[in-house]
């Protein structure tokens, strides 16, 4: 899909557009550190599972955070080449952070404010919500504000980022059945950021037509009648 001058939103600065754009060798070097230095932090967060796993073979909160998160990566090391990608230093630290900040919680026992019984068949509900976006968006997946191509299928046709909403109702779902304030800390952060991303995510994507359109079809973007 190109996008054209005349596709930007009104008032949107030509700055932030050029700002996208980079030379194809930057940014292929730049897309493969990116994906190594995602790999190795999802072998170190999975490592972590399993030595715990091993202990406690019945957390199955920390099995279920931990399919969720290695399916992240995993879509990210498949996903196509961007048509345009947000590099901007503050962008990167942001989307680095809610991305992969779960490497940052503490697989240790927490208080459990609900109990694992109920959590768990939850926290399996919310992580067939990220797994049915994710096939929704195909290799279209990113961890950085980009244009891969707009999906408005499947999941999409319910919330603008069904993915988003799994990976947090899936956070609290753990946090719930293991809390504890360093987590709680954490997770805020991880959420502010998270949001910080949808909102520079669709300002990328509405320089298009066909997501404009998209946005007045589809209201809310994680939560019906919400957000």
């Not at 596709?7 to 940014?27: I, K, R």
């Not at 797994?131 to 279209?140: D, E, F, H, Q, V």
């Not at 997770?187 to 509405?206: G, N, P, S």
């Amino acid at each position: 899909m190109a996008i054209s001058k005349g596709d930007a939103l009104p008032g949107t600065e030509t700055g932030f557009q050029s700002g996208l754009q980079s030379s194809a060798v930057l940014t292929d070097l730049r897309e493969g550190l990116f994906r190594f230095i995602a790999l190795a932090v999802a072998a170190i967060f999975v490592y972590r599972g399993v030595r715990h796993l091993v202990i406690d073979p019945g957390r199955l909160n920390i099995l279920l955070l931990m399919i969720s998160d290695a399916l992240t990566f995993i879509w990210l090391l498949l996903a196509r080449r961007p048509i345009v990608r947000d590099w901007s230093p503050f962008t990167v630290f942001i989307s680095l952070t809610a991305g992969f900040g779960s490497g940052f919680v503490s697989l240790q026992d927490g208080a459990a404010v609900i109990p694992l019984y109920i959590a768990a068949p939850l926290q399996f509900l919310a992580l067939w919500l990220v797994i049915w976006g994710k096939m929704s968006l195909g290799r279209s997946f990113a961890i950085l504000p980009a244009n891969r191509g707009v999906v408005t299928g499947g999941a999409y046709r319910f919330v603008r980022h069904p993915i988003y909403a799994g990976y947090l109702a899936g956070h609290v779902l753990f946090l719930m059945s293991s809390f504890s304030v360093y987590n709680f800390t954490v997770y805020a952060i991880i959420t502010l950021f998270q949001i910080h991303r949808i909102l520079r995510e669709e300002r990328i994507l509405a320089l298009t037509q066909e997501y404009r359109d998209y946005l007045g079809r589809v209201r809310y973007r994680l939560c019906p009648g919400i957000f």
